[in-house]
């Protein structure tokens, strides 16, 4: 390979009894798929190995009946039936030259065994960390000595299985050799708890069961959470966590190392905007082991991979996220197209799709979850069928999107916004305080679109049907995005709130545009209930204005509950002075008062407000299209028109919900019925014997 700033990222690693072709390592993450979907699941991992990844890791696979995580959808490997399933991953990892990496887990109180019914077990008794009212069961002697024999059996399976790299884990504040090694759970008082040197004994058994079971062709990874930021409530990197890596540190042939819990290890751009966040938590590791380490942290940029490489924070450059957001981050570092890196937001879609319990989703990347349903790939479509136009209006993120794989596919694309500027809601929110990152939404699609020669963009240009006709385009894509409604219509009334015209009534953006001139008190009323309220108040909370944030909801932004942020996001609104008041709906509006309805009671209190900024429901955007189909039906049959609605127009929801739809437009343009259909009803159906 001709050496350039990026070499030392294409140097192989030997760990252990084998060797990974370069750098970039996929670490275990979770997908949705799991034991439910092993086609799915090899196709997704096949795609990332194939985007040059250098490792590629499963997610964490329940070694016994009572770790069953469901109704979450986790890989399994229970006993020797599971093993056909996981060979898939790991032949499909394989033939694209990657090594192929599975983490063994068992959950502790983390797991409900719900499917199982069998008892939760944990070192101590307690509930288990879901909310349902059940406890665990205290390990005896011979719990202990059966789970050290469920780990190495499963080691063994997935050695059959193909894997080269299987994981001893403690981390993210679900698993039963982390509660072992916290003394804020383990108080036990036998060998197993008390001192650091008996809370790591499990850890150390397991590890070296491991390397005896299968060192002799797999390498032993211990993936590690050295600090839980939790101050000295909890393990801390310089203290017990250094002490664990000291008492350990050349037992396994990897150290995959980070922070917890999950929500700490996957914090979003909101609230953690730095690549390389963890870093100061983990590079200590290196001064301690010989043996080679793995970090992770959002990590997106190539010259901050290379920085970390040459002052020895790591050896091998983790990545969940990123190898998420881009499959092909690897290849196009290698290729020189960094500037074609489809960079992580860090908005957790991804995550959010895992708490909901399917496939895994991105912002940036569509095609993520769908490479063996519809055989997507994001850094290729199919080409086009006939020699065709196509129109796309709307410059939004489903609008982007629609046209870039339109061109992609070879048709000849016009794209008309009526704004002065490309990229529609990713615009507005994007200025949103900690929401930046997600800029690189519009910015990634843009840069595509203006280096094709077959798309012309007409900016300022809000066309009329009239406008529409005169082009001749009979291809047309609405992506005209939706309206806030003003009414209060939402998700806990469907009527319209009664009084609203004696007060100031504001969308969310009209709230932020005329922010300066703004009156207190500010109140912010969330009956959607996702995340872009807490935003609007977090943001207008810094002007100084006096804010009161209102839901009929019992907590701020419930939705992000998914996104592991929900508590730093009603944190962020009290510490900024704003008045959270939950499980209240706007009755009516008398004057410049509020009547507040009690969710539970139905008792009515008053509110004095100025300004209501409402976030409630939106209204597609149609009138163009309505307009567009009624001429159509109206007009003698001629040339037909494809006349589709696309993005928040079609259905007001997330932005990765308007980039999909865009994506799915533009893949099935000139598909007929039959092969659309197809696509939607693909799934894994079980084979009855």
Not at 280 to 289: A, G, L, N, Q, R
Not at 570 to 588: H, M, P, Y
């Amino acid at each position: 390979m001709k050496k350039t700033p990026y070499s030392r990222l294409f140097e192989p690693v030997k760990i252990g009894p084998v060797v990974t072709k370069n750098r970039f390592y996929q670490v275990p993450h979770c997908c949705g798929m799991g034991h439910q979907r092993p086609q799915a699941h090899a196709a997704m991992r096949a795609l990332k190995a194939k985007g040059g990844w250098g490792v590629v890791s499963t997610e964490e696979s329940e070694i016994h009946p009572t770790s069953d995580l469901s109704p979450y959808v986790e890989q399994r490997i229970w006993d020797k039936r599971d093993i056909p399933a996981l060979s898939l991953m790991t032949e499909a990892v394989h033939e694209h030259g990657a090594l192929a990496a599975i983490e063994l887990a068992h959950n502790g109180n983390h797991a409900a065994n719900l499917y199982s019914r069998l008892p939760v077990i944990s070192p101590v008794s307690q509930s288990i960390d879901l909310v349902y009212p059940k406890q665990t069961r205290r390990m005896n002697k011979k719990d202990i000595a059966e789970f050290r024999r469920w780990h190495r059996n499963a080691a063994l399976n997935a050695k059959a299985a193909g894997f080269d790299i299987i994981y001893v884990y403690a981390g993210h504040g679900m698993t039963l050799t982390q509660e072992f090694l916290l003394p804020e759970i383990n108080d036990r008082t036998d060998e197993y708890g008390g001192s650091i040197e008996n809370r790591v004994r499990l850890t150390r058994e397991l590890l070296e069961e491991t390397k005896d079971a299968v060192g002799d062709t797999c390498a032993v990874a211990f993936r590690f959470a050295v600090d839980e930021l939790k101050g000295s409530d909890g393990m801390q990197f310089f203290e017990e966590g250094r002490a664990v890596v000291e008492m350990l540190a050349e037992i396994p042939d990897l150290w995959d190392v980070n922070v917890s819990d999950w929500a700490n290890d996957s914090q979003t751009s909101r609230f953690e905007p730095n690549e390389g966040y963890q870093i100061p938590y983990v590079e200590f590791v290196k001064s301690i082991t010989t043996k080679p380490v793995v970090g992770v942290g959002r990590l997106t940029s190539p010259d901050l991979m290379v920085s970390l490489i040459e002052r020895g924070a790591l050896d091998l450059i983790g990545a969940a996220r990123p190898s998420i957001a881009d499959p092909y981050l690897p290849n196009k570092i290698k290729a020189g197209k960094t500037d074609q890196i489809k960079e992580c937001i860090g908005c957790n879609i991804c995550v959010s799709s895992d708490n909901f319990a399917v496939p895994i989703r991105c912002t940036q990347n569509p095609t993520m979850g769908e490479e063996w349903r519809r055989g997507w790939d994001p850094e290729s479509i199919k080409p086009k069928k006939t020699d065709q136009k196509a129109l796309v209006i709307g410059s939004g993120p489903s609008g982007l999107e629609c046209t870039m794989q339109l061109a992609r596919r070879g048709y000849h694309v016009t794209l008309a916004e009526a704004d002065n500027k490309l990229g529609g809601r990713v615009l507005f929110e994007s200025g949103l305080k900690g929401l930046s990152a997600w800029k690189r939404v519009s910015d990634n699609r843009i840069y595509e679109i203006q280096q094709k020669n077959n798309i012309e963009i007409y900016k300022e240009s809000e066309l009329t049907l009239s406008h529409i006709n005169e082009l001749g385009i009979n291809n047309i894509f609405l992506a005209t995005g939706s309206s806030w409604r003003k009414d209060g219509v939402g998700r806990s009334r469907r009527k319209p709130v009664q009084g609203l015209d004696s007060l100031q009534v504001l969308t969310p953006e009209e709230a932020i545009k005329q922010s300066p001139n703004l009156s207190g008190p500010i109140v912010v009323y969330d009956d959607e209930q996702g995340y872009l309220a807490g935003v609007i108040a977090d943001h207008l909370s810094v002007d100084e204005h006096e804010v009161i944030f209102i839901t009929p909801a019992s907590v701020v932004s419930p939705w992000t509950e998914s996104t592991l942020e929900q508590k730093r996001i009603q944190k962020a609104l009290l510490v900024s002075g704003v008045n959270v008041i939950c499980n209240k709906t706007i009755d009516k509006a008398e004057g410049s008062n509020l009547n507040l309805k009690c969710v539970f009671t139905g008792e009515i209190s008053l509110l004095k407000c100025s300004s209501l900024v409402m976030v409630t429901e939106r209204i597609p955007n149609t009138t163009l299209y309505d307009q567009l189909v009624e001429q159509e039906n109206n007009t003698e049959q001629g040339e037909a028109k494809h006349i589709q609605l696309i993005g928040d127009a079609e259905s007001p929801g997330l932005i990765a919900d308007a980039v999909f739809l865009g994506h799915l437009a533009a893949q099935s343009f000139e598909e007929s019925e039959q092969e659309i259909q197809k696509a939607m009803f693909m799934r894994e159906m079980p084979s009855l014997k």
